[in-house]
């Protein structure tokens, strides 16, 4: 195993927990906070009434939790140029 392949296997060790542990506090109702790029959040959602676009007919959609990304002040900035 020469340099290049070493730090490319650390690296994707490092990428991968740090995807992990996200979806880990995520899964506990735990923000994470990314100083400088952004906030992940759980949003929830209430239990709604919609409609099959089909038939018409009126379904219930039942209230759920969804993961959500905020991004930081510093990251909009960025992105804007």
Same mark, same amino acid.
């Given at each position: ?5 070493? &730090? =490319? =296997?650390?690296?994707?060790?490092? &990428?991968?927990?740090? %995807?992990?542990?996200? @979806?880990?506090?995520?899964?506990? @109702?735990?923000?994470?906070? &990314?100083? @400088?790029?952004?906030? %992940? ?14 038939? @018409? ?11 959500? %990304? ?9 992105? =804007?140029?």
């Amino acid at each position: 195993m020469n340099k290049v392949e070493l &730090v =490319k =296997k650390d690296s994707e060790a490092v &990428v991968s927990a740090v %995807f992990e542990t996200i @979806g880990e506090a995520l899964t506990s @109702g735990e923000e994470v906070n &990314v100083a @400088g790029f952004g906030r %992940f959040v759980v949003k929830e959602t209430k239990e709604r009434t919609a409609r099959n676009p089909k038939t @018409g007919e009126a379904v219930t959609v039942p209230a759920s939790k969804k993961p959500a %990304f905020k991004p930081a002040k510093a990251l909009k900035e960025s992105v =804007k140029g």
